[in-house]
């Protein structure tokens, strides 16, 4: 039996008083947590593509033509179901915008006449994504929606919303930064359509950072999930481009040891920091450094123990410093303890297995 307009209203009335009290007794308990009045921006409707799928969290703005009782704001809640007049908890979590709209008309066919739905999204959820491969925290990451705003000031110290776009950059970033050993010129992104299946996407990042220009940077969707494989030996990568980049660590670990450098130890720099710079962040070399006689140390992506002379004699030097490098700064005239060097590069020399010879590293009477 159909309703008339009287019933309903009556009936929309009640749910909306009993609602009210409950968001009051919510709202009373939330408000003890504020502690400042932030302003209130309001951000334009920003339409989804066809094909995304709702989930928990997402803003929907629903409209019945010619029945206000029906229209408002709603939140699709945690476990995937939308509150709604007469048809109770709907399933709104996996479904497109337009398969809601028509399940809402659906249902709403038992009680009006030729109801007339329209569903749009008003605010995104946050996206997640699940990073992996190359990176230094590799797991799930939670990025900003499409429509999310961050206040900011500008030169005139007026307040005003910049959006946030969840990018495959932001969420490199978010995962610690890329590893010197990723190729950045095929990032797979694996995403799931509204049809059940997923899709492959690859991203070349090192087009964007060797040109200089904007590139590829991929829009994510909440579900992405995101592999940065491992460059082969021989890729064409230039290391000092991607260290300066956007996506690499803001910091890497280095280990600064010997008798001639202020304060051994580890020490975090940025990642296109020089051997200099490394040294700098350990307290400087003392008095009585051999900086002719300093040695850069790695581990190489083939598993072999490099070990480079650097002449730092004029406190200067071009090389390039890697997370996990380790910097011997020698006394002069004196060769640094043996078992103090093997502390210090225990963490890169153990899938050796014991085999290297750090005599032969760290052999500075060398023929000068």
């Known amino acids: 039996m159909k309703l008339d307009r009287l019933s309903i209203a009556l009936i929309s009335l009640s749910a909306a008083l009993a ?90 066919n038992a009680y009006l006449v ?15 994504v699940d990073v992996a491969g190359e990176v230094y925290r590799p797991g799930p990451v939670q990025l900003s929606s499409l429509t999310s705003a961050e206040t900011q000031l500008d030169v005139n110290a007026r307040i005003t919303a910049a959006t946030t776009t969840p990018t495959l950059s932001s969420a490199l970033v978010a995962a610690g930064g890329i590893r010197r050993t990723a190729d950045i010129r095929s990032v797979i992104v694996r995403r799931q359509l509204s049809n059940g299946q997923s899709q492959d996407l690859s991203v070349n990042l090192w087009d964007a950072i060797s040109s200089g220009g904007q590139g590829n940077n991929l829009v994510l969707r909440d579900g992405d999930s995101i592999y940065v494989p491992k460059a082969q030996p021989g890729a064409e ?57 300093v040695r850069l140390v790695r581990l190489s992506e083939t598993g072999q123990v490099e070990e480079q002379r650097v002449d730092l004699s004029s406190l200067v030097d071009n ?42 590293v760290f052999n500075i009477f060398n023929d000068d």
């Open 237 to 293: 990568i230039d290391p000092s481009l991607v260290a300066s980049s956007s996506i690499a660590p803001d910091n890497v670990r280095v280990r600064v040891i010997g008798d001639g450098v202020v304060q051994p130890g580890e020490v975090q720099i940025q990642p296109n920091s020089s051997v200099a710079g490394a040294i700098a962040a350990a307290g400087g070399p003392n008095s009585d450094a051999a900086l002719g006689e």
């Open 19 to 108: 609602h009210s009290c409950l968001w009051g007794l919510e709202a009373a308990n939330a408000q003890q947590s504020i502690e400042f009045n932030a302003p209130t921006i309001e951000l334009p409707t920003s339409p989804a593509p066809g094909n995304y799928i709702l989930g928990a969290g997402d803003q929907i703005a629903i409209e019945v033509f010619g029945y206000e009782e029906f229209t408002g704001s709603r939140v699709v809640l945690p476990d995937g179901t939308m509150p709604f007049p007469f048809l109770g908890s709907i399933q709104a979590s996996g479904k497109t915008v337009d398969n809601l709209s028509e399940e809402i008309t659906q249902g709403l």
């Open 319 to 360: 090389y390039q410093v890697q997370d996990g490098d380790v910097i011997l700064v020698p006394k002069k005239g004196y060769l640094v303890g043996i078992d103090t060097i093997n502390r210090a590069l225990t963490p890169i020399l153990a899938p050796l297995g014991g085999i290297f010879n750090i005599l032969d």
């Open 114 to 128: 030729n109801p007339v739905v329209n569903v749009s999204l008003t605010a995104l959820r946050p996206v997640v």
